[in-house]
């Protein structure tokens, strides 16, 4: 196929961006990049898909996300983070069944697609979801999904036994490390590559010292990645410190989570010493801005992350505490709030946004070599946003209309492995509203269930 007439940002090494800009496709790869006539020219038979007025950017990456928790949005809003995890949360999430986790999952999946992001990384997938469903959920989406199945031995958070975990949460070494090992068995490579099955280990406190050092090995050992939130709020410092004095990076470094293949969720709270580890043992960081904020847990250090030459990714974290899996909203909170915090409105660029959203993404996956940007020979990965709006008129930086003006709600064109996904807006391999229905019954079900009716809505009466 032939996708011609668009503003294409190829996020190549150069960072070239071409006007008036066509990508030919074969099968799962980009063939051409060039300026639209001289591939009408070269390609003067091939299906031609006319995008004047749009601009194009390698698929969105999403490096934190909790599937599951898309049936939850908006059930536990404007609560501090004890109660929002301990009374709401966990409480609902131990009352999924298998054909929850399914259904949450298609949902998410629908909403990242149609909001441009082509993969993501789900971060801790409990067992009583149903990884199988999650599984079927990317291979029938067509999405790329690297999919955390959680690694835990301990119901709790920390070192503080109040934030115990739902019993129906729980899980022991034979079903969280050993079952993550059968799943990777049986679904690692499978949907065309598309599927990466990766260790999702639950945040220290929730995890054996014992069982991190067996997880990292089977790790290196099988090429598994790992992906972990971190240094989220204070209570992981209390833990770290507790265990040998430790810092957040030491105790990781401990265990052995520090590496290239690991990427580490959050990280709010990091000393200079932190970053010096993390730069040099290669390991990434997935920034979360709006569930940070949200839930009042701090702001990381981006500017000081990026000087320390640590790759910075960003991830828009689960429904409840961000409520949307719009990486376009992600973008634009990215490349503000480090200036308000800061008070220099120089840093954390739109140029940089985009980076952490596409190819840093991209690294942080083991991906970099197949997507994240815009180049002969790569996977075709990408999204046509419609710019021909009142919203995003005029621009003058594409980068900046992208990352500033722009949301989910703007991408008409969603293309995978070089199958279109998304056609003018609309979800060409689900049925949105079977999804819809779907996602509905189940959210319900799942509160009765936890026995919360009339506990998960607003403030304000609704007669």
């Known amino acids: 196929m032939l996708f011609t007439n668009a503003t294409i940002i190829t996020l190549s090494p150069t960072r070239q961006i071409l006007l008036h800009g066509a990508i030919h496709t074969t099968g799962p790869l980009i063939t051409a990049i ?25 698929g969105l990456v999403s490096t934190h996300m909790h599937t599951a928790q898309t049936l939850l949005r908006g059930c536990a809003d404007d609560l501090e983070l ?18 929850d986790g399914y259904a949450a999952a298609r949902l998410g999946i629908a909403e990242m697609l149609k909001a441009g992001t082509t993969c993501f990384l789900e971060c801790m997938f409990a067992d009583r979801y149903g990884f ?76 054996s010292d014992a069982l991190y050092r067996e997880m990292t090995a089977l790790s290196r050992q099988h090429n598994i990645p790992i992906t972990m939130h971190c240094a989220e709020v204070r209570a992981d410092l209390d833990f770290f410190a507790s265990t040998g004095n430790h810092s957040a990076m030491t105790y990781c470094q401990s265990v052995g989570l520090l590496s290239p293949t690991t990427v580490l969720a959050h ?47 960003l991830g828009t974290d689960g429904a409840p505490c961000n409520n949307s899996c719009d990486m376009f909203q992600e973008m634009k909170l990215a490349g503000i709030i480090h200036k308000g915090v800061s008070g220099d409105p ?8 985009l980076e952490m959203a596409t190819i840093n993404g991209a690294k942080a996956l ?58 003018d807006g609309q979800l060409v391999t689900m049925d949105e509203g079977e999804v819809v229905r779907e996602a509905k019954r189940c959210s319900r079900e799942v509160v009765e269930r936890a026995g919360l009716q009339g506990r998960v809505g607003g403030r304000w009466p609704v007669v």
């Open 346 to 353: 120089t840093v954390v660029t739109a140029e940089e946004v």
């Open 34 to 58: 060039d300026k639209t006539p001289l591939l009408l020219a070269r390609f003067p038979h091939d299906d031609i898909v006319d995008l004047t007025g749009h601009i194009i950017i390698p």
């Open 82 to 99: 004890v109660s929002w995890l301990c009374e709401r949360i966990w409480v609902l999430q131990g009352n999924f069944t298998p054909a």
């Open 132 to 207: 199988d469903g999650l599984c079927r959920a990317v291979e029938e989406s067509g999405i790329r999904g690297c999919l955390g199945k959680i690694v835990m031995d301990t119901g709790r958070y920390a070192q503080d036994d109040a934030w115990a975990m739902h019993p129906g949460l729980v899980e022991d070494r034979e079903t969280s490390l050993m079952g993550t090992m059968r799943m990777w068995e049986k679904w690692n490579g499978r949907a065309d590559g598309r599927i990466r099955v990766w260790f999702g280990a639950r945040t220290p406190g929730g995890v």
């Open 366 to 423: 083991g991906l970099q070599d197949s997507i994240g940007s815009l180049e002969v020979g790569k996977k075709a990965d990408f999204v046509a946003i419609d710019a021909r709006g009142v919203a995003m008129q005029p621009w003058f930086n594409p980068v900046s209309a992208v990352v500033y003006s722009a949301t989910g709600r703007d991408v008409r064109l969603v293309v995978v492995d070089g199958k279109v996904l998304v056609r």
């Open 267 to 313: 990280m709010v709270h990091l000393s200079d010493e932190d970053m010096a580890l993390l730069a040099a043992s290669g390991t990434h960081v997935a920034h979360c801005p709006t569930s940070n904020a949200k839930l009042a847990s701090g702001t990381c250090r981006v500017p000081s992350l990026q000087r320390a030459n640590v790759n910075v990714t």
